[in-house]
């Protein structure tokens, strides 16, 4: 798969409704997005099942909501199935799958499981490079707390409801995935679009295939219905202009004059971690006041997005989104506190392509300020990625004061010679980089060296779609336990006079 196009999954083809499917069944229902779908199918009253290679708190979690689970991959699993869901990441030569195939079941990806769940209601589907899984998470949290009651499947859990999907009775909000081709199946009756960048080379090939997709996904929206798309990126404005063009309603976001949605400068708040932003309709002047609990001027144009979707797309009342865009508790691994220790604050973010990093690099720069240090540990993801883009990783993570690269998480790709963290480190010192840089190729020890590195009032940043996120709550313990050890004999001295 180099061109684009999906060899296993047609996802031009509409999708029976869920009530057609009969009972289904999830293999590797354990994972975060499948579990999420497996709830909303056990929600829609289908009978659910799933399995999944190794016991998990999601799995389990299932269990108890009803849906009768394996660990295990066997045949004997799909029980009464007549409808298997798999993502991309499984195999053909997977047990379960294998039968399936042989006993003639229907079988969907996973994104074709949430399409079956949006037959006659109203959608929102939201792509990009970045910033997709916040905006859809904003944008379905702010439906909730103006009262839509919105179904939502987004790519990470919301703050203050422990799930990244929920059924509802309102809108759908999807985030929809173009790594794989499969945001061409949700037809939504609103279609975001936060940025069109290079990005997931390994599966389009070129550029040009990858815009010519966001043509595509653009076509698949209802008609009569909206695309929001940013004035700000190149390729999102193309796209616009385009699907404009072609007598379609669309509406921009953004920073310059031409946006439809004008997203004027971001203020910092006075906490540090939250920005403000005024929002102009440049169509009939109305001002409005955005708040977003969370730093860094790419959160405000998401906000903005999710904004632009709720009133003009979804026909909401402007203050009732506000007000729930002011109150969204954020969404794991976005920016997401891990805790402090040592006078050490630590951030964790999913950061995995050149401008996420960049964005959160340089939120973080603006958390920290011009008196405390920013470390930054970065992991790179996929070995493709980082050989494409490793100027523009060094590029992103140059506004830090202190940088450590770990070794590539390779994910679904084998090692390639020749390509590792060491790559971004050499881009970073061809820069010019006054900090310090240093490559750390053994996961073991990472926690211990850059406790070793940080010093009181750091500001930490753990980024990365790897396994760096389980770095940041080590180095919170080392760190107490270095707190408790030099505070254990002054407690002693106390204790004695």
């Known amino acids: 798969m180099s061109d684009g196009v999906n060899e296993r999954f047609d ?8 009530e057609e499917l009969g009972a289904v069944h999830f293999i590797a229902a354990g994972g975060s997005g499948m579990s ?36 295990g991959h066997d045949p004997a699993n799909l029980g009464a199935a007549q409808t298997v869901v798999i993502s991309s990441a499984i195999r053909e030569s997977n047990p379960e799958l294998v039968a399936a195939r042989a006993a003639g079941l229907r079988v969907l990806h996973r994104a074709q499981g949430i399409a079956a769940l949006l037959h006659g209601r109203d959608a929102v589907a939201v792509a ?5 899984t916040t905006t859809s998470a904003m944008l379905a949290w702010a439906l909730r707390q103006a009262g839509a009651d919105p179904a ?72 009569g219905g909206l695309l929001a798309a940013s004035s700000d990126d190149p390729g999102a404005a193309d796209l616009a202009e385009q699907h404009r063009d072609q007598g379609n309603r669309v509406l921009t976001f953004g920073s310059g004059p031409a946006a439809d949605l004008q997203v004027g400068e971001s203020v910092p708040g006075p906490d540090g971690l939250s920005t403000r932003a005024v929002l102009t309709d440049t169509r009939s002047g109305a001002t409005h006041d955005l708040l977003v609990p969370m730093p860094g001027r790419h959160n405000v144009l998401n906000a903005a997005a999710a904004y632009l979707a709720a009133t003009a797309g979804l026909g909401l009342e402007p203050d009732p989104v506000l007000a729930g865009l002011a109150s969204y508790p954020g969404t794991h691994r976005r920016f997401e506190p891990v805790g402090t220790a040592g006078g050490v604050q630590i951030i964790d973010d999913y950061a995995h392509n050149p401008d996420k990093v960049a964005a959160v690099v340089q939120a973080g720069r603006a958390v920290a300020g011009p008196d405390r240090r920013l470390v930054v ?24 004061d202190v940088v450590c690269v770990m070794d590539v998480y390779g994910a679904r ?16 010192t061809l820069r010019d980089f006054r900090g310090e840089a240093r490559f750390l190729p053994q996961r073991d020890g990472t926690a211990h060296h850059v406790a070793e590195t940080v010093r009181p009032g750091d500001l930490l940043l753990t980024v990365g779609a790897g396994d760096v996120t389980r770095v940041g709550p080590e180095v919170l313990g080392l760190l107490g336990a270095a707190d408790r050890a030099a505070d254990e004999p002054d407690r002693q001295g106390r204790g004695g006079s």
């Not at 996802?11 to 869920?18: D, E, I």
């Not at 990009?128 to 997709?132: H, P, Q, S, V, Y």
């Not at 790709?413 to 970073?428: A, F, M, N, W």
């Open 11 to 18: 996802f031009t083809q509409p999708v029976p409704p869920a």
């Open 36 to 71: 999420g779908v497996a709830r909303m199918f056990l929600a829609s009253g289908a009978e659910v099942s799933g399995s999944d290679a190794v016991d998990s708190p999601a799995l389990q979690a299932l269990a108890r909501e009803g849906v009768r689970v394996a660990v």
């Open 128 to 132: 990009g490079a970045n910033g997709k």
């Open 152 to 223: 939502y499947v987004v790519g990470s859990p919301i703050g203050g409801t422990g799930t990244n999907a929920a059924p509802g009775t309102g809108p759908f909000v999807v985030e929809a995935d173009e790594s794989d081709g499969s945001f061409l199946v949700y037809r939504p009756q609103v279609a975001i679009v936060t940025n069109v960048k290079p990005d997931h080379l390994d599966f389009y090939g070129t550029v040009d295939n990858l815009r010519a997709a966001y043509r595509r996904f653009a076509a698949t929206i209802r008609p």
């Open 377 to 400: 540990l970065f992991q790179p993801h996929l070995y493709s990625r980082t050989r494409d883009f490793a100027e523009e990783f060094a590029a992103g993570l140059a506004a830090a």
């Open 413 to 428: 790709e084998d090692p390639v010679p020749g390509i590792s963290g060491q790559l971004i480190i050499d881009r970073l």
